[in-house]
């Protein structure tokens, strides 16, 4: 069975708690509660803050992950610079001590 989707699932609460308030005498016949409506409308004002808050940190993610991206870049560059400059001024058995493994 698939899932309703976020969006439609709090259009249907909304459409829900307005209906159970124009019906609500009829439905406490079956056991409804006066406050059925009221709890559908809380829980979906707390779902959508929820969900502002939720964008909020994937925006946010999205910004921190591009920012280390851009620093790993920078650091590959400055690292592949360095040793190479290590190769050309250091001897080989020497390599070592900067982390470079002797490939030749």
């Known amino acids: 069975m698939a899932t309703t989707p976020f969006a439609q699932s709090l259009s249907d609460a ?54 280390l991206n851009a620093k790993s870049v920078e650091l590959n560059a400055i690292m592949t610079d360095c040793k190479r400059r290590v190769k050309l001024a250091i001897k080989k058995d020497g390599w070592k001590e900067f982390g470079i493994q002797a490939s030749r």
């Open 14 to 67: 909304r459409l829900m708690a307005d209906a159970v308030r124009v019906h609500i005498d009829e439905l406490k016949a079956v056991g409804m509660e006066e406050n059925t409506a009221d709890s559908l409308d809380a829980i979906v004002k707390v779902m959508s803050a929820l969900d502002t808050a939720q964008e909020k940190l994937k925006s946010e993610l999205k910004k921190t992950t591009a920012e």
